[in-house]
């Protein structure tokens, strides 16, 4: 039995380096490949350590391509998307799954639809309706936009939890005079914080990845966010800049990874929180 557990423990082992191996490499591929000329990549001496350092590639992205005033465009919409959409989304699934009201199952059902609606067949409307209410290059169209295609996902999310809460404490709650408000942001978003972090994960990346919407609704550079200034390497009169490319993506590539490493503890307690829960 200790050589079959033995053998086991090698096994998983094994799969979980290859794992973290297959997952890190491409963020240390990029990082060497940002300190190369595009004509070195381009021959196929892109998996070796660079000969010559090209450090031009950083002070190309941060001064002529103004990579950081796009990076602050972008981490301003993912920070009003990331709040808009969990006060909103919080709010309403406390009232469908804490409240009885006619129309709760219909509303229910609208959320389920809007999973299942792809966001990108609905964008010429949208686009339409936010130039009547002349919000096109205004990041408020983005972040109502975003945040109204991750309200769906992060209700669900939320509703799951709030379905575990005992009723008695919002009536012991009552009792003491608390308010709904009170109820809401006091007692039942204390509670659900493993959903809370489930919600915020999927908004960040969703948020901090859109291209589609960012393209046809910010059509100034003023504005701008990172998946569009990335977009712009690909542009260029003799081609695209594969080093600054690479170079963007990693300064790109910080926020995500910084809030990665912070919250990892927080991503595992939603995982076993979301197993308990099952």
């Given at each position: 039995m200790r050589i079959q557990n033995k053998w086991i423990r090698g096994l998983i082992t094994v799969i979980f380096i290859i794992?973290?191996?297959?997952?890190?490499?491409?963020?240390?591929?990029?990082?060497?490949?940002?300190?190369?000329?595009?004509?070195?990549?381009?021959?196929?001496d892109s998996f070796r350590l660079p000969e010559v350092w090209k450090y031009r590639n950083y002070t190309d992205a941060i001064f002529e391509r103004q990579i950081p005033k796009f990076f602050l465009n972008s981490v301003v919409v993912t920070a009003c998307t990331l709040v808009l959409t969990i006060i909103v989304s919080t709010m309403?699934?406390?009232?469908?799954?804490?409240?009885?009201?006619?129309?709760?199952?219909?509303?229910?059902?609208?959320?389920?639809?809007?999973?299942?609606?792809?966001s990108q067949i609905v964008i010429v409307p949208i686009f339409i309706m936010l130039r009547q209410m002349h919000l096109i290059n205004n990041?408020?169209?983005?972040?109502?936009?975003?945040?109204?295609?991750?309200?769906?996902m992060s209700t669900i999310m939320a509703s799951s939890f709030m379905k575990g809460i005992p009723f008695?404490?919002?009536?012991?709650?009552?009792?003491?005079?608390a308010g709904l408000f009170t109820i809401l942001f006091r007692i039942i978003m204390p509670l659900i914080k493993p959903a809370i972090a489930s919600m915020s994960i999927n908004i960040f990346?969703?948020?901090w990845n859109e291209f589609i919407y960012a393209l046809v609704l910010i059509t100034g550079e003023k504005y701008r966010t990172l998946p569009i200034a990335l977009m712009n390497y690909s542009s260029g009169k003799y081609g695209t800049d594969y080093g600054g490319m690479f170079a963007a993506m990693v300064i790109t590539s910080i926020l995500p990874i910084l809030l990665f490493l912070f919250?990892?503890?927080?991503?595992?307690?939603?995982?076993?929180?979301?197993?308990i829960l099952k």
């Open positions: 794992f973290a191996f297959t997952s890190v490499y491409p963020l240390f591929w990029m990082f060497i490949n940002s300190f190369k000329d595009t004509d070195v990549i381009m021959t196929g309403l699934a406390y009232a469908l799954t804490r409240m009885r009201w006619k129309l709760s199952g219909k509303i229910n059902n609208l959320i389920m639809l809007g999973i299942l609606l792809p990041p408020v169209s983005l972040i109502l936009t975003i945040s109204a295609f991750n309200i769906a008695e404490m919002e009536e012991a709650a009552v009792m003491d005079g990346i969703n948020s919250f990892s503890n927080e991503v595992e307690k939603t995982l076993s929180a979301g197993a």
